[in-house]
C-alpha cells in the first residue's frame, strides 16, 4: 500500500463495516455520532505516529500536528494531506458548522473550528471512535512510511 495513492484505500460493503467496528465506532463514523469528551482512547495519545480512517485505513492526522485543545477530544491543525479529508456544512445544531469526513469511505471524524492555534488557526477536533492510531515504529511495516519524515 503506498501512502500517496488515494486509490490504495477502499470502503468496505456496509456489512464489512458494521462486522468491523464496535458500536461507538459504528455510531461515529456512519451515523454523525460523537463520542463522549475526556473518555475517549487518543485524546490524551501523547506517542509519536500517524491517525488513520479506522474504516479505510486512509491517513488522517499527524501526531506533531496535535494539540491539547482542552476540549476533551484530540485535536489537530491541519490533516495530513487535503486529497484524504473534506469537508461540508453540517446544520444539525442551531449554528451551522463545518464536518471533516474522510473522503474514500466517507467516515464522519468530527468538526473543524477556525479557533485553534499557529501556524493554521484551525482546531480539528476528531472522535477518536472514528480513527486508529499507528505508531511511529509500526508506520513503515503497515504502509505510512512516507510519513515518517514529516513527524520530525
Known amino acids: 500500500m503506498t ?34 469528551p475526556f473518555d475517549n482512547e487518543y485524546n490524551d495519545e501523547k506517542r509519536q505516529g500517524i491517525y488513520v480512517d479506522i474504516v479505510s485505513g486512509e491517513p488522517l492526522f499527524l501526531s506533531s500536528d496535535k494539540f491539547d485543545s482542552g476540549t476533551g477530544w484530540p ?54 471512535a472514528a480513527m486508529r492510531f499507528v505508531p511511529r515504529e509500526e508506520m513503515e511495516q503497515q504502509g505510512y512510511g512516507d510519513y515518517l519524515e514529516r513527524l520530525g
Not at 86 to 101: A, G, N, Q, S
Not at 102 to 114: C, E, I, R, W, Y
Request: proline share 6%; hydrophobic share 30%.
Open 75 to 128: 485535536s489537530f491543525t491541519q490533516p495530513v494531506d487535503d486529497v484524504y479529508v473534506c469537508t461540508r456544512r453540517d446544520f444539525k445544531l442551531i449554528l451551522p458548522r463545518t464536518e471533516v469526513r474522510s473522503k474514500v469511505a466517507n467516515s464522519h471524524l468530527g468538526h473543524v473550528f477556525k479557533d485553534g492555534p499557529a501556524p493554521t488557526g484551525l482546531r480539528y477536533c476528531m472522535n477518536s
Open 3 to 36: 501512502t500517496d495513492n488515494k486509490s490504495a484505500y477502499q470502503r468496505p460493503d456496509e456489512a464489512a463495516i458494521r462486522e468491523m467496528l464496535t458500536d461507538i465506532q459504528y455510531k461515529v463514523t456512519q451515523h454523525e455520532g460523537t463520542e463522549h
